[in-house]
């Protein structure tokens, strides 16, 4: 069965420093997205990128977050220079064709800002 | 602003004991109420859609419903293995069709 998968599952960086998350959508989604949960709390929604753009951001998505898709299969998450508060678990999550169908997750990385 | 709000918090069950969550959604324009599982440490895992009032879905133990405001989703004969946190979201209309999801309902069965 197709799923998303997500790298590395654990990141432990210090404060200040840039890091990189990586997401493999499954194949023939077309939206793509991200999302955190700092614990104990809701999943909360980051941003969505369709058709090479981001259609949508949170106002957690600020300066210091950007997205890619840098091929046809990986869409990353990049936090420029990390602050203790960014310490979240962080979903990636991909769609089909159609606007209102279910979205699919992937598990996560838990990222730990020391 | 698009809400969903879940209760109980928290629910704890014996082995067997059938119950209900609720889901209750405020959107400007339903285009979908999604439930999904979510163990400790772990991504959502869907479950259910449910696109207009009246429809129910079935899965196993677990079957969901939807009314013009409300959602439920009925644990029959619960087992230990239910256990995990059941959440429900909306889909925003706008351009992105970001998930928008309730706090959750965190489910104990006991043996």
């Known amino acids: 069965e197709p799923e998303v998968t997500q790298t590395p599952s654990h990141q432990v960086t210090q404060m200040g420093q840039e890091v990189i998350l990586r997401c493999v959508p499954i194949s023939n989604h077309l939206y793509f997205y991200w999302y955190r949960q700092i614990l104990g709390q809701k999943v909360e929604f980051l941003v969505s990128?369709?058709?090479?753009?981001?259609?949508?951001k949170s106002e957690i998505f600020d300066d210091q977050f950007s997205v890619e898709r840098p091929d046809g299969s990986n869409f990353t998450l990049k936090i420029r220079s990390t602050k203790l508060e960014d310490s979240a678990m962080y979903f990636c999550?991909?769609?089909?064709?159609?606007?209102?169908?279910?979205?699919?997750f992937g598990q996560g990385t838990r990222l730990t800002v020391v | 602003e698009d809400q969903v709000t879940q209760s109980p918090e928290a629910l704890r069950l014996q082995e067997g004991e059938s119950s209900s969550l609720n889901c209750s959604y405020t959107?400007?324009?339903?285009?979908?109420l999604f439930w999904y599982r979510q163990d400790p440490g772990k991504g959502p895992e869907f479950l259910f859609t449910?696109?207009?009032a009246g429809e129910e879905k079935e899965k196993e133990r677990l079957k969901a419903t939807l009314t013009k405001k409300e959602s439920f989703l009925h644990i029959t004969a619960p087992k230990p293995e239910d256990s995990a946190t059941y959440l429900c979201?909306?889909?925003?209309?706008?351009?992105?069709?970001?998930?928008?999801f309730g706090a959750g309902t965190r489910l104990f069965v006991k043996a």
């Open positions: 979201a909306v889909h925003s209309p706008t351009g992105g069709f970001k998930t928008i």
């Open positions: 999550a991909s769609r089909g064709v159609r606007g209102n169908t279910e979205a699919f």
């Open positions: 959107v400007s324009g339903l285009r979908g």
């Open positions: 449910l696109y207009s």
């Open positions: 990128f369709y058709n090479n753009e981001i259609s949508e």
